[in-house]
DNA sequence: TTTAAAATATTAACACTGTTAATTATATTT
DNA sequence: AAATATAATTAACAGTGTTAATATTTTAAA
């Protein structure tokens, strides 16, 4: 009986530390950007020694990657209460805006799920084949636009184009903003009255558009 | 005249050495990507100190830019014989085609233009009112716009928004795919023979909507 | 032509980075 | 209490950008 207690005694440490490595992790990456995480600053800010991470993450894209996979379950829970809109094209909407609204209030983890190339190679060779947390946000999509069609939008559009168009559209406007593409070419070609909500522009017009051509 | 001659010699190899630099850098960038750029590999492959670097460049960033530099003279040359396509709805497909083509050729150099954050803060900070090279891309695309609208294309949106719209959506397409964020997204949802061309479909979807909205 | 000055390049060093092998300390089991 | 398994550490390697101080080379003046 004591055995087993020990035993998990020790599995709860394990997993503590793990959790805590995570925690400072993601401290470090809020507040001083992704280019500041460093195995040796994680292991002072605990207290440790940079070379114990490596008896509980393989690498330091493997920290990566966990920082990642919290970023899609922020995602995940951001967008939960929208299954509660039932008209499609209202949901299309509402997830779009809701998608935005994630990128700029937290274009670290954006950047870190749709527009760094290391995460997500990492879980191309570690979960080749299932990957929940990425799959079910897609899923959402596919699911609404299929529903939009149901309901008679976008008749003659392929529902995984289709899809596929609408993520790659607003994905676009999210990352020429956070990357920091876009105030340049604002400021030197825009009127100045149409420079602060650009952003938002962009996304009416694809309303729009996703709107006329019912 | 001795005076001036051993003056512009001079000059000249100045130029010599800060044009070898970049060179060896686009070399490096080219076979091994961007992460394999270093000052010290660049100095060792000239056969120069590494801080002889700094006499022509003021930091690593500022080697960076130059080949940020050098990838939009490549998509403007890239660029230049579109505009002897008349019809205006045309071009602008042509364009949307080109772009994707430079950036699936050139993928490390489309990362370091429209993708990562370090060149474009570097122009925005020393170069805050004039850019040139990436403002002539933009205007391109504003102008086709325009003509499109011209001809009664688009005649409801904005020329702005509408432009801003396209280049987003492109750019998505692009940067998604660049950046391996659509492998696994079309391999878990697609239907197994819509997988190969999904970002071909994607873009056809624009354009069958872009026409829809005429 | 020799000397002073200016331009150019180098060495040494600092403060970092991820990561591995070898070693020590701690806890568990026999 | 001794042997074993687990956990954590130190030392080291091979890199990185960058700066200050020093040395070398080239140019201009006496």
């Known amino acids: 009986m004591s055995e087993t207690n ?59 990657y966990a920082l990642h996979q919290e970023g899609f379950k922020m995602l995940s829970s951001h967008f939960a209460v929208l299954r509660n809109v039932e008209e499609p094209f209202e949901r299309l909407k509402a997830m779009g805006r809701s998608y935005i609204e994630f990128a700029i209030e937290n274009r670290d983890f954006y950047e870190l799920m749709f527009i760094m190339r290391e995460p997500i190679e990492f879980v191309n060779k570690n979960y080749a084949c299932e990957w929940e947390e990425g799959g079910a946000a897609f899923e959402a999509l596919l699911v609404t636009v299929a529903d939009c069609k149901a309901k008679g939008y976008f008749k003659q559009a392929d529902l995984h184009a289709m899809s596929l168009y609408v993520w790659a559209t607003i994905h676009g406007i999210c990352s020429l903003k956070l990357q920091g593409h876009l105030d340049h070419v604002v400021n030197a070609h825009f009127p100045e009255k149409e420079q602060q909500l650009s952003l938002e522009k962009a996304f009416d017009t694809l309303i729009f558009i996703l709107k006329s051509i019912q």
């Not at 709860?12 to 959790?19: A, I, Q, T």
């Not at 809020?30 to 114990?52: C, F, M, Q, V």
């Open 6 to 64: 020990t035993k998990s005694r020790r599995l709860k440490h394990k997993e503590d530390l793990k959790r805590k490595i995570l925690e400072v992790a993601k401290e470090l990456f809020l507040k001083h950007g992704y280019e500041s995480i460093s195995i040796r600053k994680i292991a002072d800010k605990i207290g440790i020694s940079p070379t114990t991470i490596y008896l509980y993450y393989q690498d330091k894209s493997d920290v990566i």
